[in-house]
């Protein structure tokens, strides 16, 4: 898409957002679940876990619910384990759709993205047909109001960031995924404040659509990103801001 932080500022509709926040909590306790199966249910010893439980707090899940999810991962407690895996697709206009799932029935969950992708004219794909598409990298966001530009690159050089790019209100920190926690730390050094803090996927190249294939996208991603299994959407597609707008006011 446009960039990572573009289809963040778009607004859901108001009647989705109850539903929004219950799929978060869901989404964060199977992800804590996954996090504590594969690396303990220390969070100092388990740096994604420890990102998960900052998550956890900024979502208001209850200190119930996040031990909960954490004993479970750890087999202290009974409960279904999510599986992780990714699923690769084709979006209308020929755009990469690469889909991080979290599933404890991944027959089912392949069936509904299946049915939902071809509603809108996609596809699913082959394995590495897509992720090629798009490079693993670290991604921090920085309110400009934080931190002036030059001082901001110089600080995420020093601690291994390989750019720095101004959106909308924000800075992006492009990071190696291995110097996320670093970049992290200096910036915490300095006492600023980062909005968010991932390993996510950057697409290589950009697919630019106009009219209504960005359209018909839009409406793909939106359902993708709805749907319980799904816990991340990353695609390669490149809309005009107008269409970006139009979208927010569904």
Not at 195 to 212: E, H, I
Request: charged content about 30%; overall charge negative.
């Amino acid at each position: 898409m446009a960039r990572h932080s573009h289809w963040a500022t778009i607004k859901h509709k108001k009647g989705l957002l109850d539903k929004k926040k219950g799929k978060l909590i869901s989404m964060l306790a199977r992800l804590i679940i996954s996090a504590a199966r594969q690396k303990g249910g220390d969070p100092d010893m388990n740096p994604t876990l420890r990102d998960l439980l900052d998550k956890a707090k900024s979502a208001n899940m209850t200190r119930d619910q996040v031990e909960r999810a954490i004993k479970k991962g750890t087999g202290e407690l009974e409960g279904a384990i999510p599986e992780q895996m990714i699923y690769e697709a084709y979006g209308p206009g020929g755009v990469a759709i690469l889909l991080e799932i979290l599933t404890d029935n991944r027959t089912r969950t392949a069936g509904e993205l299946r049915v939902l992708l071809e509603h809108h004219g996609g596809k699913l794909a082959a394995s590495n047909s897509v992720a090629w598409l798009f490079d693993v990298k670290g991604l921090l966001t920085v309110p400009k109001s934080a931190i002036p530009e030059d001082d901001l690159i110089g600080l995420a050089a020093d601690a291994g960031a390989d750019d720095v790019r101004a959106e909308g209100d924000v800075f992006e920190v492009v990071t190696p995924p291995e110097s996320l926690e670093a970049v992290k730390a200096a910036l915490a050094a300095k006492k600023l404040k980062w909005t968010s803090a991932d390993v996510t996927r950057v697409p290589k190249n950009l697919v630019p659509l106009q009219g209504d294939a960005a359209r018909k996208v839009l409406a793909l991603v939106s359902e993708l990103d709805d749907h319980d299994d799904v816990s991340a959407v990353h695609t390669n597609f490149d809309v005009p801001e107008e269409i970006l707008a139009e979208a927010g006011k569904g």
